[in-house]
């Protein structure tokens, strides 16, 4: 009966710590205007993207992006394969990184948080 109380009040522990956490921050990103261009870094390719419009795809995917549980707690996520997103802006660059892992897209800004993202936004990237 006691392991039986133990094991109960183990689960709701549980349960409860996985309740309670939240889910990521919403991403950061500057204000479109200040944004000159984008550099997605494939590998030892790099792509240069200042069209306005691809610009505003690209911001209005990210800020889509839903925000999970997992935590961003270093400068480069884990994953060996990934893209490299620099964000320049006047006098500024800010970094994210887009990677795939199980078949479920992410992007991740270091030590703000990991994002769910869609495929069409990875092939985006791609330039598929």
């Known amino acids: ?11 709701v ?13 919403p991403v950061v990103l ?11 870094t494939i590998g030892d390719e790099a792509v240069n993207y200042s069209d306005d ?8 995917a990210v800020l889509d992006a839903e925000g999970t549980r997992r935590q961003s707690i270093q400068d480069m996520p884990n994953e060996e394969e990934y893209i490299k997103i620099d964000i320049n802006c006047r006098g500024s ?10 078949e479920i897209y992410y992007i991740e800004q270091p030590y ?8 069409s936004f990875y ?3 791609i330039g598929k």
């Open 123 to 125: 092939e985006m990237l």
């Open 1 to 11: 009966m006691k392991k039986l109380i133990l094991l109960i009040m183990i689960a």
């Open 112 to 119: 703000q948080g990991i994002y769910q993202t869609d495929a």
């Open 13 to 25: 522990i549980g349960l409860l710590a996985v309740s309670c956490s939240r889910k990521a921050e």
């Open 53 to 60: 419009d691809w610009i505003s795809r690209f911001v209005s």
């Open 30 to 40: 500057p204000a479109r205007d200040t944004i000159d261009s984008i550099d997605v």
């Open 93 to 102: 660059v800010n970094t994210l990184f887009v990677y795939k892992e199980k």
